[in-house]
Structures are given as structure tokens and as C-alpha cells.
């Protein structure tokens, strides 16, 4: 076990707490609109606290393996994390294709209000770190690909990237979400 792989080890380890409580939180500030305020609950509040279990199942299952490699305890899951990254996106996409199902029946004749320029500014930063995060994963992957020798540091920062979009998201889809703040004024006080 060597210094780097401790050092890499703990900044992975923080990704993964910082990822999952903010994930968490989200999931828990909308558990509660929908069980004691039904009346503040809106219909993107469904497909968020789905997102942030998708966002937590893939944090921990993308960085897990590492941690404990980084810490020197042997893997004994082999291809179980393969099986719950594919399992967590294929039920994401039949959940975004449902809501589209459900979305493309409700027709509207009023102009966008200033909440629906905040959701697609929102959706928009969401999808640009999705392509950022991918394009930069799968970059760093074809250089480790092709390279003659193989880099430690080329995966590790492959390992990071994987996990940026997850650990991110939460803090963009809070920074507009009153509903967010009223909860979190509600339990500190």
C-alpha cells in the first residue's frame, strides 16, 4: 500500500461522502414535500428523488471497488458493479421514457414563465456537465487505451471523472429550490 494510493484512497472516500449526503439530503428535503406538504410537491419532484437513489447507487458503486483497492482490502465483487451501473441507467432511461410518455400528453398555451427558464437553465447545465464529465471520462480512457505502458494515474483519474456527475448534480438542481432551503430552515429550527 503505498502514500499515493492512501492519499487517492481518502480523496475518493470524500467524493463519496460529499456526493451521497448532498444526493441524501435532496432525497429527503422531497421525501418530506411529498409526505407532510403535498400541496408544495410538483411533478419533477418524482423524477429527482429517482435520480438522486440512480446518483447514489452509482457513486458508491463506482467508487467503492477503488476505495477499498486504494486501502489494500481485496475485491470480492467481480462483476456486480458492472451489473448495477447497467441495471441503475437502463431503469433511468425507462423512467425519463415514461415521464416523456406522460409529459407529452399535457399541452400548454401560456408563455414560459421565469420558473420554466430556471428548470430548462438548470436541465441545460445538468446535461452540459454530463457531456463534459463523459467526453473527458472517455478521452482519458482512450489514452490509457493506447498507451504502451499503463498509467496508475490515467485510471485514477478515470475513476474520478466517472464519479464527478453524480457528486455535482445535487448541489445544481438545489441552487433553485425554495422547497430545499424551507425544509432545511424547518429542521434547524
Given at each position: 500500500?503505498?502514500?499515493?494510493?492512501?492519499f487517492?484512497?481518502?480523496f475518493?472516500?470524500s467524493q463519496?461522502?460529499?456526493g451521497?449526503?448532498?444526493?441524501?439530503?435532496?432525497f429527503?428535503a422531497?421525501?418530506?414535500?411529498?409526505?407532510?406538504q403535498?400541496?408544495?410537491?410538483?411533478?419533477i419532484d418524482?423524477?429527482?428523488?429517482?435520480?438522486?437513489?440512480?446518483n447514489?447507487?452509482s457513486?458508491?458503486?463506482?467508487?467503492?471497488?477503488?476505495?477499498?483497492a486504494?486501502f489494500?482490502?481485496?475485491?470480492?465483487?467481480?462483476?456486480t458493479?458492472?451489473?448495477?451501473?447497467?441495471?441503475?441507467?437502463?431503469?433511468?432511461?425507462?423512467?425519463?421514457?415514461?415521464?416523456?410518455?406522460?409529459?407529452?400528453?399535457?399541452?400548454?398555451?401560456f408563455?414560459r414563465?421565469?420558473?420554466?427558464?430556471?428548470a430548462t437553465?438548470?436541465?441545460?447545465?445538468?446535461?452540459?456537465?454530463?457531456?463534459?464529465?463523459?467526453?473527458?471520462?472517455?478521452?482519458v480512457n482512450l489514452?490509457?487505451?493506447?498507451?504502451?505502458?499503463?498509467?496508475?494515474?490515467?485510471?485514477?483519474?478515470?475513476?474520478?471523472?466517472?464519479?464527478?456527475?453524480?457528486?455535482?448534480?445535487?448541489?445544481?438542481?438545489?441552487k433553485?429550490?425554495?422547497?430545499?432551503?424551507?425544509?432545511?430552515?424547518?429542521?434547524l429550527?
Amino acid at each position: 500500500m503505498f502514500p499515493n494510493a492512501v492519499f487517492f484512497g481518502f480523496f475518493l472516500l470524500s467524493q463519496v461522502c460529499i456526493g451521497v449526503l448532498a444526493n441524501s439530503s435532496l432525497f429527503v428535503a422531497l421525501a418530506y414535500t411529498f409526505l407532510f406538504q403535498p400541496n408544495l410537491k410538483r411533478p419533477i419532484d418524482f423524477i429527482i428523488i429517482h435520480l438522486t437513489v440512480v446518483n447514489n447507487l452509482s457513486i458508491i458503486v463506482t467508487l467503492i471497488p477503488y476505495i477499498k483497492a486504494s486501502f489494500g482490502v481485496r475485491q470480492f465483487l467481480d462483476d456486480t458493479g458492472l451489473m448495477l451501473m447497467l441495471w441503475t441507467s437502463l431503469y433511468m432511461v425507462s423512467l425519463l421514457y415514461r415521464h416523456h410518455r406522460r409529459a407529452r400528453n399535457i399541452r400548454s398555451t401560456f408563455s414560459r414563465t421565469s420558473a420554466e427558464i430556471k428548470a430548462t437553465q438548470n436541465i441545460l447545465l445538468l446535461v452540459s456537465f454530463f457531456v463534459l464529465f463523459y467526453f473527458s471520462d472517455n478521452f482519458v480512457n482512450l489514452l490509457a487505451f493506447y498507451s504502451l505502458k499503463k498509467h496508475i494515474l490515467l485510471n485514477a483519474i478515470n475513476v474520478m471523472l466517472s464519479a464527478c456527475y453524480p457528486t455535482i448534480c445535487p448541489f445544481v438542481l438545489m441552487k433553485n429550490t425554495k422547497m430545499f432551503y424551507r425544509f432545511f430552515h424547518f429542521i434547524l429550527m
